[in-house]
């Protein structure tokens, strides 16, 4: 196999494909689709999102230092599509998008009631990266649908079905081809 070499990019793939759910000085809730997120840390449990400082929800977010990870269904694609292409300054996006804000449990800012992951998050730092703003939240609750459970407790993946984004693209997770440490046994 031949490697062709390529300039520098975003080339990480695939990526989830998140909705943020955040909330303005008024109380009045916005969405905001991103693929720039990640996991930072075990303990505590710690996420990244990375927003451009442009977009309405960073100003949000930086805000309250507060804000909510939803994990959308490969199959609620246009809602997060919706989310991702509308400006919360032009109007209201739960609405536009046919969602329904729920109330969160430690955090301001809503849960997505459809979305069946909701990760709820204080903002523990900022870092200014160039384009986009990294802003690292500590997770202090997690909500997740019964149906998307497996019957450990933990999430189950052919349940979940979640959405990726890979190269301006959304795409369905597929199925497990193995399970941590199973090459050891």
Known sequence: ??????????ELYPVPAVVVSCVDAQGRPNLITLAWVGTVCSEPPML???VRPGRYSHALIKEAQEFVVNLPRADQVQAVDVCGTV??????????AGLTPEPAA?????????FPVNLECRVRQTLSLGSHDLFLGEIVCVHADEEVLDKAGGL???????????NGAYCAVGGIVGAYGFSRK
């Open 87 to 96: 400006s919360g300054r032009d109007g209201d996006k739960f609405a536009a």
């Open 106 to 114: 430690h955090v301001k800012a809503p849960l997505v009631k459809e």
């Open 156 to 166: 189950a993946l052919e349940r979940l079905k979640p959405l990726a984004y890979v």
């Open 48 to 50: 990244s999102i990375a």
């Open 1 to 10: 196999m031949t490697k062709v070499q390529r300039n520098a990019a975003t």
